[in-house]
């Protein structure tokens, strides 16, 4: 059985997670905080980072989100979300960099700082000018979803990809953390709606992170 | 014939360049500063990163160094840099994302911060604060590489691989800007030597970036 290392709010996990999800791959979930630096996980993991994925009976330890996709996708010929032409996939690869590279480093990762660590682990209060900060570069993100899904069905084109699964990732971890204003993105709105009632998304949605709570539009499917 | 929009101390476009040339891949250098925000640069590539790769003859665009490099590995068969069993390639990828990211984040990008970005572009002085973390940083990543190279003959294994690629970029950037004291660290010395005297890896150590001058053991293949 596949051993998942994660929390909650970690967006790269919950790429991880749809994706075994959409495979039909079983895995159990073992939490993880990265935070507390636990010589056992900085064992699995030199880079000390959540997702790590292993299969103790196979010997295998899979780290870095985007590797442990591609391997999934190597070996698991249900459901393939890196498709199509080379060009077609390196256009799926490109949107999920952007998704995990630049949006986790504009929205996801500040509010994650601000809204999970300050209250767990620091207890300190948000610093409300980076929280505004974030919420507009969000914006400028949902334009450009909107401008994807007015030329595509899909983010990367005719069909659902992994740069769905990692933009949908993205979003649900900053809409938890109260970070995304869906006014005014209706193409937005419309893919990701669709996304949130997918039998994958719906064990995300009923999570909950210790004493953070989300807003009530987040687990709604018809909001 | 591909156009590579690059500067030459961006390490993920050596990464890409050291990748194109082992292949055999001919390509033009486009210069490109992402920090002057170019329109026509933008239109490429709406994240503003370099390296951006282009083909206007077959009207491809490609974006994202580690895109960039699985669109070759899959349409060109030469020199397999990708290789192996799922998991040995999961391993590949796992380094990748390692250099990339972490060692990017601990010690290039604060170098390029502080001796690149500083010098040309804020014309303030470095902060050595930074510089020393970066320097500390850099040791305990070396010491990785050391332990690497003491259990397999390339970095992912038994083979060179893009994890080989990964590294040398980031390294060699962190070299130019005087970042890497080799001292102690006599396994990563030795296979990065024999990097630096690959065909491959010739044009990066000979061109010159600006104002910015590397130490003399820079370019030195016996250093
Ligand atoms: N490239 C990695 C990024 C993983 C990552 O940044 N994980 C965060 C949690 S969301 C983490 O573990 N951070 C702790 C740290 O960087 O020390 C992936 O895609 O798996
Ligand atoms: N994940 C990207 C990262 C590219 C990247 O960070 N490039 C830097 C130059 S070394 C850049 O363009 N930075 C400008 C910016 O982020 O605005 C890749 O692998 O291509």
Known sequence: MWQLYQFPLCPFSRKVRLLLSEKGIGYELWRENPWEERDEFLARNPAGRTPVIENPERGITLVDSRAICEYFEETVDKAPMINGTAANRAEIRRLVALFDENFFGDVTGPLLHER????????????????????????????????????????????????????????????????????????ARSWYSVFKSRPSFRPLLSERMDVIHPPSHYADVNA
Chains 1, 2 share one sequence.
């Open 116 to 187: 999970m660590k300050k209250r767990i682990i620091l207890r300190q209060p948000p610093d409300s000018r980076v929280l505004r900060e974030s919420m507009k570069l969000a914006d400028a993100h949902l334009d450009y979803i909107d401008y994807l899904i007015d030329h595509r069905p899909w983010l990367a084109g005719a069909t659902m990809s992994l740069a769905d699964l990692a933009a949908a990732a993205q979003l649900s971890v900053a809409d938890y953390l109260g970070g995304i204003d869906w006014s005014g993105h209706e193409q």
